[in-house]
């Protein structure tokens, strides 16, 4: 009963230890994004000032055209439209995919799928160049369709994974019942396995809206001004630009930071469970 | 049930209908498939080919006219570079030390995340957030709090006490990569942690409740029960990461820009370097390719350790 008591202290004191690691610098961070930049440079360091100065937020949302903050605002936007844009093309690819690789049987399939998960392998800059004259001749470099269009090659791979990993875990039965009703595959699929298979859709969603959100180095060679410019970009230019104001960039972080922490705290539940019957065999 | 033989059980009644059913499920696969295809293979393999004849090519610039053919002539110029080989000596220096601190942290904080918390649902609500964090705003961050002048982590030490004056902590080649790893570390850990938190969830508490009966102690309960079990996660998760860290380029770019004196300088960066900011297209793309054959043969040894590790889809 004591060793028992002990231990359980031991594990609550690790979870603080590891809860004040992970929140301590996005704290620092935030602190930074609203403390006076005389105070911010001051040692010894005071850590929260006496008085808050928001005006970077102001700068950001409000900032005239010469300001940092237009092109924050138009990279926000970017950035939303492609991450949209690569989930809902990505899953409804990886759906249709996943289900084939599941359920199906046909040539190649293994050779198929070990060819996909080997894309994952490949480094991005290897196809940059190549990437580069293609968008560029068919009038899609500096657009956030071309960058859309890149995002998918890399987020669907994921989705396949996870989707089909997850679909082989719903027994086979649930869906012949539908068809013996006179249901096609695609009924089936659509009535029958993705009702069942939400935890890994969610699961999937997460991912690929989080990697989407991510990407930096296609933003990086493919846009170049703010019709579609990426989150991502803006603030590495920020950071190189104002490399004495980190308030500045710690502003902008925390508004980058936002709606990729909104969606990883909502499907959190779902990530465990997307993945326990996927990832490993359960 | 393992998903391997749960589909074994299904195959066995209908062996004759399969048959009949085969060119029919081909087809409709082909079709389903095509789109993952045309996106997949049309944005990654088939520019990845042109980069391998690019790299046969001797291209100064974009719009090169005069490109002579200099065969692997650009592969000797890299392989025969002093500064390709640091660069793959800190790259495997920054995959081993990242990969390893990710897995053992991960494994710890998977165990507490598992476990009997009071507030469960927070704690593994916080461990979400630094995944969720951008690389850039992540790399962007710990560069504030490195910062040689104002940093949070001068600041805390030597209010502390553990040291008397500010350091540069991205001054020197070694420690800066040290420090990349470290901030690499704190994104990477929840995503490590959850995988193989996904993976103990699998464990029947079943087998727990035996080794309690038999009296086991914790270190021999993690030995037998707990990292046998894991195994499948852990060589999924060392793949991943491994390849991850090899290719790692968006948080150097970000935080030190390959610097100082090219310490963080990764072979990606390095890569990039040479073709886009020497314009040098030729050998960056036949660094590109040196970099893919070693990710390849990286993956090939892990594939094989996976597939004997019975993995469902493998």
Known sequence: MKRATRNSLLIHVAAWIVAIACLAPIGYMVLASITPQRVLITTPLQWIPSTFDFSRYATIFAGGADSVGTTFRAAMLNSTVVAIGTVAISMVVGILGAYAFARLRFRFRRAILVLFLATYMLPQIATLIPLYLILNSIGLLDTTAGLTFVDCALVIPFVLWILSNYFMTIPEELEEAARVDGTTRMGALWYVVLPAARPGIFAAIMFAFLLAWDEFMYALIFTSSDASKTLPVAISEFAGRYTTDFGLVAAGGIIAALPPLIVAIIFQRYVVSGMAAGAVKG | ?314
């Not at chain 2, 059913?21 to 944005?43: E, R, S, T, Y």
């Not at chain 2, 949070?152 to 420690?175: S, V």
């Not at chain 2, 037998?224 to 770019?253: G, N, Q």
């Open chain 2, 1 to 314: 049930m393992t998903v391997a033989s749960a589909k074994k059980d299904l195959g066995s009644p209908l062996p004759v209908k399969r048959r009949k059913g085969f060119d029919k499920q081909g087809k409709l696969a082909f079709w389903l498939l095509l789109p993952a295809c045309v996106a997949v293979f049309g944005v990654i393999i088939y520019p990845m080919f042109r980069t391998l004849i690019v790299s046969l090519f001797q291209v100064n610039s974009a719009l090169a006219s005069v490109t002579p053919f200099v065969g692997l002539g650009n592969y000797l110029t890299v392989l025969s570079n002093s500064d390709f080989w640091a660069s793959i000596g800190r790259t495997l220096y920054f995959t081993l030390v990242s990969t390893a601190l990710e897995l053992i942290l991960g494994l710890i904080v998977a165990g507490l995340l598992n476990a009997n918390l009071k507030w469960r649902w927070l704690f593994r609500t916080i461990v979400v957030i630094p995944w969720a964090i951008p690389t850039i705003v992540n790399a962007a961050m710990w560069k504030g709090i490195f910062n040689a002048q104002y940093g949070a982590l001068n600041a805390l030490l030597t209010q502390l006490g553990i040291i008397q004056n500010y350091q540069a902590w991205l001054a020197d080649p070694t420690l800066a990569l040290n420090m990349v790893i470290l901030a690499d570390v704190w994104k990477t850990v929840p995503l490590v942690a959850f995988f193989l938190l996904a993976g103990l969830t699998a464990i029947p508490p079943e087998l727990y409740e035996a080794a309690k009966l038999d009296r086991a102690s914790w270190p021999r309960i993690f030995r037998s029960i707990v990292l046998p079990m894991l195994v499948p996660s852990i060589s999924i998760v060392l793949v991943l990461r491994t390849v991850e860290a090899f290719k790692v380029f968006d948080i150097i770019y970000a935080m030190t820009r390959g610097g100082p004196v090219n310490g963080t300088a990764t072979v990606a960066y390095y890569a990039y370097e040479t073709a886009f900011s020497d314009q040098n297209f030729g050998v960056g793309s036949a660094i590109s390719y040196i970099i893919t054959i070693f990710i390849l043969v990286l993956s090939a040894v892990y594939l094989r350790l996976l597939r004997r590790s019975d993995l469902s889809l493998l």
